[in-house]
């Protein structure tokens, strides 16, 4: 596993304004340093043999609260990292990227900006609860948050063995 943030070495995510992407409530690394998940997305899209797992920070104590309160205690993520695999971020972006597709389920096309949300829904979630869905025979959390008029889902999986939690799906479903 490569728990570097940066598909080419350097240790460190790509910086705020490489795509753009207003990054003020992005997920920051360990040296509080805003990290871009877009760009990751990106580098992953270009590069089809990738399998890299990039680190996304340690799960901020909000977070941790949110997951506390929206799981009655059940799910404590005190401590945990969080990842993101290159493949994973290319299924959400193949998947869930085309506007036909997600228009046949009341959803809209995710984009690489909307990656970079994931820190403010994590972080101040309307609703954080246990999904249904297994992922890779690990239990996820589904996170729920309404931002410009927008439902945003994010899932992730948890390895407490690992005490780390792993991007599986972003989709956003539009109010109209």
């Not at 590069?47 to 506390?68: C, F, H, I, M, P």
């Not at 059940?74 to 493949?87: E, H, I, K």
Request: proline share 3%; glycine share 10%.
């Amino acid at each position: 596993m490569n728990d570097d943030p940066h598909p080419h070495g350097g240790g460190s995510a790509p910086a705020g304004g490489k795509t753009g992407n207003d990054l003020s409530q992005s997920l920051r690394n360990d040296q509080g340093r805003a990290i871009d998940v877009g760009a990751l997305a990106s580098a992953a899209m270009s590069d089809k043999q990738s399998r890299t797992t990039y680190s996304l920070g340690q799960v901020n104590r909000s977070n941790v609260e949110a997951v506390a309160r929206g799981t009655k205690g059940r799910v404590l993520l005190d401590g945990y990292q969080r990842t993101a695999g290159s493949d994973e971020l290319r299924h959400a972006l193949s998947s869930h990227g085309s506007q036909k597709k997600e228009a046949t389920r009341g959803q809209r096309a995710i984009t690489v900006a909307d990656l970079n949300r994931i820190g403010a829904i994590t972080s101040k979630p309307d609703f954080a609860s246990p999904s249904p869905k297994q992922w890779r025979g690990a239990d996820c959390l589904a996170y729920e948050k309404t931002i410009d008029g927008e439902r945003f889902v994010y899932v992730e999986a948890i390895f407490a063995k690992d005490a780390k939690v792993r991007f599986v799906s972003l989709r956003v479903h539009t109010h109209k």
